[in-house]
């Protein structure tokens, strides 16, 4: 089945790690996209992707790092600058952009304990 | 930032019952989308309306669209208990590649 994995499900970070959370679709979009989301509230886009090997800033980019080598991937990196980084962290894809309706995987669980 | 904005903020009925969430934005938009998201999980799509569409629909769900007011609505008709999640609208602005979430409707459907 096509589908879109983030893994792990639950993360622990210390404080000044820097941590990879994974995103990995098998429905050859194009697409690919970071969200946060903090308690009872909305997604915000930490950075995107239309095609391999070039990606885009979201609205909260700052402490966050990505890449993107394969269609398939889309790795986040949560580095040491970003100083709140407990949150639920969402990827998503999509064929070609939000012109049509995003795939998201089932989220990865950031605590900084 | 955040575009849309919806409103209840949460939304409390009885099964059976008819439930409407509605949906504000602030800038034009090329097209907009509804989600649904239990509890911990990802979201899962459920309706896309482009801007130039004033109604969709999909099995018990209806979605409107008033560009001129800039504004939503998604109706989940004879609700069940499983309909209990949070729904969140996300507004694709022209000219523009991303997409912005609301804060979401939280729905209880109480059986």
């Known amino acids: 089945d096509g589908g879109i994995t983030q893994s792990p499900k639950y993360l622990f970070r210390k404080e000044g790690q820097n941590v990879t959370l994974s995103c990995e679709q098998n429905?050859?979009?194009?697409?690919m996209y970071w969200y946060r989301q903090d308690p009872g509230q909305g997604l915000r886009l930490i950075y995107y992707?239309?095609?391999?090997?070039?990606?885009q800033k979201g609205d909260i980019a700052e402490g966050y790092s990505v890449s993107r080598e394969k269609k398939e991937s889309f790795p986040l990196t949560v580095t040491s600058a970003q100083k709140n980084p407990t949150a639920f962290y969402l990827c998503?894809?999509?064929?070609?952009?939000?012109?049509?309706?995003?795939?998201f995987g089932s989220g990865t669980r950031l605590t900084v304990v | 930032s955040q575009q849309g904005e919806e409103d209840p903020q949460a939304l409390s009925i009885q099964e059976g019952e008819n439930a409407t969430m509605n949906c504000s934005y602030k800038?034009?938009?090329?097209?907009l989308q509804w989600y649904r998201q239990n509890s911990g999980r990802g979201l899962v799509h459920l309706i896309l309306?482009?801007?130039?569409?004033r109604e969709k629909h999909s099995g018990r769900l209806r979605v409107t669209l008033d560009t001129s007011k800039k504004s939503s609505s998604l109706l989940i008709t004879a609700s069940r208990a499983a309909d209990t999640a949070s729904y969140f609208c996300?507004?694709?602005?022209?000219?523009?590649?991303?997409?912005?979430f609301g804060a979401g409707t939280r729905l209880t459907v109480k059986p």
């Open positions: 998503a894809s999509s064929l070609a952009g939000p012109y049509y309706g995003y795939t």
């Open positions: 429905l050859n979009h194009d697409a």
């Open positions: 992707s239309q095609i391999v090997n070039d990606f």
């Open positions: 800038t034009s938009i090329n097209n």
């Open positions: 309306i482009r801007s130039n569409e």
């Open positions: 996300a507004t694709v602005p022209y000219n523009n590649n991303d997409m912005r």
